[in-house]
């Protein structure tokens, strides 16, 4: 028998996973002036993430945009980001994950500063 896991599976084991990441958080992608976002159909103030899966051949490419906490190590931070979406799909899916491209597009403040 041979089961098939949807892209918005895998779309949530990232986020889940990168939500448990201490020092950084998913970057909102960037929308296009008089863009619709999901929804209703009308304008809101939810902003897609920037993540993007794409499955090819069995095995699995993220790339994802992250703003990091001001301070924080960016290269130790994106292998763990690297390592733990891959760790986490391959464990839970049994897929292969060819990449995890990690784009760091903005730095924040310190939660408290």
Do not use: H, W
Request: hydrophobic fraction near 40%; proline fraction near 3%; charged fraction near 25%.
């Amino acid at each position: 028998m041979e089961v098939d896991i949807s892209k918005n599976v895998l779309y949530d084991i990232a986020c889940t996973t990168l939500d448990r990441i201490e020092g950084l958080e998913v970057a909102t992608a960037p929308i296009k002036v008089g863009e619709v976002l999901r929804g209703s159909g009308a304008r809101t103030a939810r902003r897609p993430k920037s993540l993007k899966v794409t499955r090819e051949e069995g095995a699995v490419t993220f790339d994802v945009g992250v703003n990091v906490e001001y301070g924080r190590n960016l290269v130790n931070l994106s292998a763990d980001v690297q390592r733990a979406i891959t760790e986490n799909v391959e464990l839970m899916t049994g897929l292969k994950v060819r990449a995890v491209n990690v784009v760091v597009q903005g730095l924040t403040l310190p939660r408290g500063a």
